[in-house]
């Protein structure tokens, strides 16, 4: 599946775009958090946006907005549509071969809590191998896998045709227990 290489800037146009149309009706009058200090209508949905959109959100409507703009949507959201339509035939071109297809979780190890809030671009990269699921609209299971020689843990991901998530389950049971892995079961 070489295209999957380029899925991430697609990806964030397209879930960009979806937020910002799904969010424009939380305008704190009908639905969302309301601010409790105002002084007209406007003033209110300024402020509640402002408190109760985190900076990821608002980065989120803010490129969403852009790429489903007069201008440019043919440049932006239309070809992302385009790129989602053929990751789907490859992952269905895949699966005419493939039961299931087994990779990587995330390109890099786990890192700290908070270490890369800071730089939006490392985090959406750590997504590069998820994302594509979630483009191609196809079923797939996230486990542990093991460790690395540093003890920090290892996700691996199961990827199934739509509609085989029995299958999936079936198969990440049976990885399971093949990996004799130990869960950490404390909350």
Known sequence: LPITKDGLAPYYIISSAEASSNLARFNSVSYGYRAKDYTSVD???EKSRSEGFGSEVKRRIMLGTYALSSGYYDAYYNKAQKFRAKLKADFQEAFKKYDIILGPVSPILPFKIGERC???TAMYLADIYTININ???VPALSMP???SKEGLPVG???IGDTFTEDKIYKVAYQLEKKLALEFDREV
């Open 118 to 120: 800071e730089d939006p």
């Open 43 to 45: 003033d209110m949905i």
């Open 145 to 147: 896998g093991g460790k």
């Open 156 to 158: 691996i991901q199961l």
């Open 135 to 137: 483009l191609a609209t």
